[in-house]
């Protein structure tokens, strides 16, 4: 959208709506209060959810810059517009949107109805921009407005409003306690197991060495392998959830659910299935400690840059060993699902049956996952390319269990092919 410009003396005045956030401002910002001018912000304020709701509280709806500042706040305004993305390839620009983007939780919109009652701001992250879709002043709810399900991007909430989204899940059981089918009932049970699993992961990626987030992970293995054998049918809404960026947490969550469904497909034990799903919900947890530096850059990876990403297998294993409860083959899962069956992986360059089935399986659910998700400079793969590019590696990755994975997933459908470039369905590292 364009944000008009009105001259008003040595000033000119901008709705207020034209501050994005999550941006930096290049200018001074004043506020027009009783004819009194103020100023409200600073050059290289970083201007976010709180600005903004302390707006709207005052009913700022008009904000000022000097007239000397007509050049940079037009190319601010043009860069902050709908019509003007950020550059995804400008390394400065990834690096502030990360370090932002770690401020916020991304949230599932399947529960977002419109209508619906929040106690919490909700944005959308797209295009390397946060842009307000409901904001709650204090004391007050915000209102789901309709089409929250077809925007483009991920939503996401503060990390400080993660307490009252916990709550808001659980309002949404209780709900459900008494009415719907007991398929429905299932279906959101488990899609809410899901989402909390989100916030234990995200806890656990950043103290990985607590006893008490390791317990927590492994009831959340549990419960989703309880979900599943309960009811079939919800693995289809546990698994269709994507998201627009790359987030360790919702992958890691992602990875146990489609390992987890892959070995009850296969007919494992439930004991052997939670121990893969264990396994699988910690295969990245190396990653926490890894430079973000190198995690959140744009484009290709320099070889020093891929050999620093590799050790994530490494630390990861070494993490485990921290935890007696954590068991064997759960470490199988998290030092092997780089290996490949031709042994160009890594971290040992195993081969063959040197490879375990726990280790075979989440290199499927790994590499699938990373293959859909959309990233901010790369577009996701459907699952058709992505599991069509997989098959093409048949010496790469177990072909029976690769069926099995396919026909669990059930629901494929083929897409033109030259809507996505074979390019684009590349797993990460």
Known sequence: MAYKVFVYGARKAFPAAGLAVGTRLPFDVFINEGNVFTKAYSPGKEF???DRRDLLRRGVKEVYVDARDTLELETYLRRTSEEAPADPEDPATVREYHGHKAQY???DRTFLTRGARVGF????LRDLR???VVEVMEGATGIVPDGVSALEGDLVIRNEDIPLYKRYLDGLLDG???TGTPEEKEKIRAVVIKEKSKTIVKDLLEDPRSGENIRKGMKVVSDLTESILSNRNVLNDLISLSAYDQYTYTHSVNVAVLSTGIGIACGLPRAEVETLGVGALLHDVGKSSLPAE???KPGKLTDR????????VLEGARILRTHDSIAENSHQVVLQHHERLSGGGYPNRLSGSDITTFGRICAIADCYDAMTTHRPYSRAGTPFNALSWMRGEEENYDGDLLATFIRMLGRIQAPAPSRVPQES???GP
């Open 121 to 124: 701001g909700i944005y959308r």
């Open 130 to 132: 946060l842009i307000p």
């Open 176 to 178: 459900a306690a008494g």
């Open 48 to 50: 976010g959810p709180e």
């Open 305 to 312: 840059e891929f050999e620093i990403i590799k050790r994530h």
């Open 425 to 427: 369905v590349r797993p």
């Open 105 to 107: 939780y991304q949230v």
């Open 294 to 296: 190198i995690l959140n």
